[in-house]
């Protein structure tokens, strides 16, 4: 378990799995700079955590709903919080809301500025904040959505074993950067070209011609 001062952000985790080099420039070096891909995301959800609360018979929908976990060792946010009125799928597994007598489920909803991802980093972050609810509601948190403005869809996830096995691991690496203060290395890849941190992270490259002294420092050490 660990204290409050020593939680980290949860949006940190999605850095983490797209490449541990970014999420230790933005969180152990404090290195930021904003490209368009940044600024559009950014403005997206503020629109989206500016939305106001709904409430109906069957649904109600919580915005900018702030999330916990001592376990992981996270804090942060979840975008939107929808509450579905237990009919019975849940095993009678949701929670009562006060004054309420029927038990309500709940789904989490992460808003994405593109499209979905080859990776599992939308995956993983949306799971761990349906980790963080299962701890502050004592309740099971079985599935959520991401919703992908680009492609105007959801897509459904199911936090299944091996997605919480994921998630408990980037939580306890991400500690292990930030604890230890690790900046890891990195080699140029294509999705370095998105990443608004290429001119401070400058990763190697591999396939670039070496130089005279370079290859010899490498065969001495050999």
């Known amino acids: 378990m660990y204290d409050e001062d020593e939680l980290l952000p949860l949006s940190a985790l999605q850095h983490l799995m797209f490449c541990e080099r970014q999420c230790a420039l933005i969180h152990v070096e404090r290195a930021w700079i904003e490209n368009q891909l940044t600024v559009e995301g950014t403005h997206f959800h503020e629109k989206v955590d500016g939305g106001s609360s709904e409430s109906r018979p069957d649904l109600k929908i919580l915005r900018s709903v702030h999330l916990h976990s001592r376990e992981l060792g996270l804090i942060g946010k979840a975008d939107t919080v929808e509450l579905h009125r237990d009919e019975g799928e849940g095993d009678g597994a949701g929670?009562?809301?006060?004054?309420?007598?029927?038990?309500?489920?709940?789904?989490?909803?992460?808003?994405?500025?593109?499209?979905?991802?080859?990776?599992?980093?939308?995956?993983?972050?949306?799971?761990?904040?349906?980790?963080c609810l299962e701890e502050v509601l004592g309740v099971p948190v079985r599935r959520g959505a991401l919703f992908y403005a680009r492609t105007k869809r959801r897509q459904e996830i199911e936090f299944d074993r091996p997605l919480r096995t994921l998630v408990i691991s980037a939580a306890k690496r991400l500690h292990e950067i930030v604890d230890q203060g690790l900046t890891p290395g990195a080699s140029r890849e294509p999705k370095c070209e998105s990443c608004s941190l290429l001119p401070v992270c400058l990763p190697r490259d591999?396939?670039?011609?070496?130089?005279?002294?370079?290859?010899?420092?490498?065969?001495?050490?050999?």
């Open 95 to 131: 929670f009562r809301l006060v004054g309420s007598e029927v038990g309500w489920i709940p789904f989490p909803v992460e808003h994405k500025r593109g499209r979905p991802k080859s990776d599992q980093s939308d995956s993983v972050q949306l799971c761990a904040q349906a980790m």
């Open 206 to 222: 591999e396939k670039a011609p070496r130089s005279v002294s370079s290859y010899i420092d490498k065969m001495l050490i050999e």
